[in-house]
């Protein structure tokens, strides 16, 4: 049974409204830091580059790294 591992960043900004929107970017180096990624996080609110129906990104809330590892228990018969 094959297994895939899978990292990601999930970035999550509080929204003007009072939501929250999040990002996810695939496959990050390994030696990321802290200050690289609230880096980006402020230049992404300083920028305001997306358009959200609930307002403009006004906060970074979170970060994490995530690791997914998924265990294929079953692959149909190929016909």
């Known amino acids: 049974m094959p297994t895939a591992t899978q ?3 999930r970035l999550v900004f509080t929204v003007a409204g009072g939501g929250t929107f999040t990002m996810t970017l695939p ?3 390994a030696d990321l830091t802290q200050a690289e990624v609230e880096q980006v996080m402020d230049l992404l609110i300083e ?3 997306f358009d959200l129906s ?3 990104l006004v906060a970074k809330r979170d970060a994490k ?3 997914t590892v998924t265990e294929d228990i079953f ?3 190929v016909a």
């Open 7 to 9: 990292k990601v960043v």
């Open 27 to 29: 496959s990050p180096r």
């Open 47 to 49: 920028k305001n580059i």
């Open 54 to 56: 609930d307002g403009d």
């Open 65 to 67: 790294i995530i690791e």
């Open 75 to 77: 692959d149909p018969p």
